[in-house]
């Protein structure tokens, strides 16, 4: 008998992902690169590119002068700022991709890395200049390595604060490691006998301890021994206690070609230059009358070339890059973020309302620069690495809304749940 045997079938290879499927993923991958940002975001980034826009060009009117003087081209000294800007202005928006969890992961390793490098300047690569030892230079780049503590600093304080939220009813809690450890970073920049920047640390973690929620009577205490050891540091300098008394003599023609050479150059340009300015390039001021024309003394030039219109404007875009920073704050539900972004805004802010109230004599000259558009590469580069992190914060908001509208939608239809049992 004979039988006959079922065919056999071949199995049939899986077909490989149709090309059309691929695509689409890579859509999908770059839709989520594309995706609208909040407008915080927007506000950050546009008035941080506009301001370094402004000091380039600023830079660029206040040292033409003196460059040609040394038969070198006008723009010969602003080349460097250019470039420093060239690479720190995609750094800040890679900075602003990475996520929230990358930057609590690198916050110890960032406040390390940042006092050892800040500890270079006692080596043999540490510069001298005017008294301060607090910049190294490295195959002929001059750096300032204390610019970049303050974002290590921030990051750190953030941290620590963060992981201690439920503990900082108790002093001890709030004292410890922030202000061994934060006294010690002082300590490192204040041995190169640069006070401007201790205090501009001191407001990094003032506004850390702020925005953390901490007890007033717990803030006032480092607000208080801080300030001491400010008077401490200014009393027992004699180039610091000069500056202060020459401050103090609005008058200060006695002592005319000495300490109150520059600030007394810095105020009569800003003043000399009226409502609308002597024009663009125009400035007297910056042929080596005003020693730190580029530098602390850029927004003397600002107002001289551009008048009190140009002012304005210098100054309503601080105020955007603060209401953009604040509304950061208000709506993110990390206390990582709130607190990190606050220390961040207290530098950035704090340190252009000083560099300006020097300008204008209402501080005594404390020798720090004005964010974004004074001269210096490693403070520009440091400033916009700053608002990168803000603007990775910035990126997060969306998220951070939702999570506390849902809480509230929960909340709300808990409470109705309630209402309805009582009422059975």
Known sequence: ?????????????????????????ARVSLGRVFAPVP?????????????????????????????????????EMVLKQVMFAAVSIPLMFIASRLPISFYKKIAWPALIVGVAVQMLVFTPLGIDNDGNRNWINIGGVQAQPSEFLKLGLALWLAFVLFRKQTLLSKWQHVFIPVVPVSIAVFATVLAGHDLGTVIILVLVLLGALFFSNVKLRLFVIPLLVAAAGLAVFAITSPNRMKRIMSFLDQDCLAD?????????????GLA????????????????????????????????EELGLIGCAVVLTLFALFAVGAFHVIRKTDDPFVRIAAGGITVWIIGQALINIGVVLRVLPVLGVPLPFMSQGGTSLLSVLLASGVLLAFARSLPASVARREAAIAAARAARERAKLRAVR
């Open 272 to 303: 000399s230059g009226g409502v609308f300015g002597l024009g663009l390039g125009n400035s007297r001021e910056k042929y080596d009358w005003l020693p730190a024309a580029a530098n602390d003394y850029i927004f003397a030039i600002v107002g």
């Open 256 to 268: 005319y070609l000495n300490s109150c050479y520059q600030p007394l150059h810095g105020i009569w």
């Open 39 to 75: 407008s915080e975001f927007l506000l950050i980034a546009s008035t941080a590119l506009l301001l370094t826009v402004f000091g380039l060009v600023m830079v660029l009117s206040a040292t033409s002068a003196t460059a040609t003087a040394q038969g070198e081209a006008p723009w």
């Open 1 to 25: 008998m004979t039988t006959t045997q079922p065919p056999r079938t071949r199995e049939t290879p899986t077909p490989p992902e149709p090309p059309a499927r691929r695509g689409l993923a």
